[in-house]
């Protein structure tokens, strides 16, 4: 199980996952094996704008990626969908199985 992460007052956290698969992925968008040791699975930022750099930084280059950002009560503050969603809106009422990858990336 995926505990949740410690955090406090404005700070807040993201996850990732893989849109494609479901998966829930590392802080360094590896599938998340709760086996791993030193595997983060929420990355930890000090505040909803410096979270959303790290978002803008890295979604053009994991397309296939949904990030989701908490806040300390764990309420979700913002969903982001995967970067191939907004290429074509089609996608996303197609089913994962029909999609190829070389078809949207």
């Known amino acids: 199980m995926i505990e949740k992460p410690n955090i406090a007052g404005k ?4 996850i990732r996952v893989d849109y494609l698969t479901g998966h829930v992925l590392d802080d360094e968008f590896n599938l998340y094996n ?11 930022f000090e505040s909803l704008d410096i979270a959303k750099a790290y978002i803008d930084k890295f979604r053009f280059t994991h397309k296939t990626i949904e990030f989701c950002i908490y806040d ?7 969903y982001i969908k995967a970067v191939i969603l907004e290429r074509d809106d089609k996608l996303s009422t197609v089913p994962t199985k029909n999609i190829k990858i070389k078809d949207i990336i």
């Open 72 to 78: 300390s009560s764990y309420n979700v503050l913002e």
């Open 34 to 44: 709760a086996k791993s040791e030193n595997r983060n699975v929420y990355s930890i």
């Open 11 to 14: 700070q807040v956290a993201i």
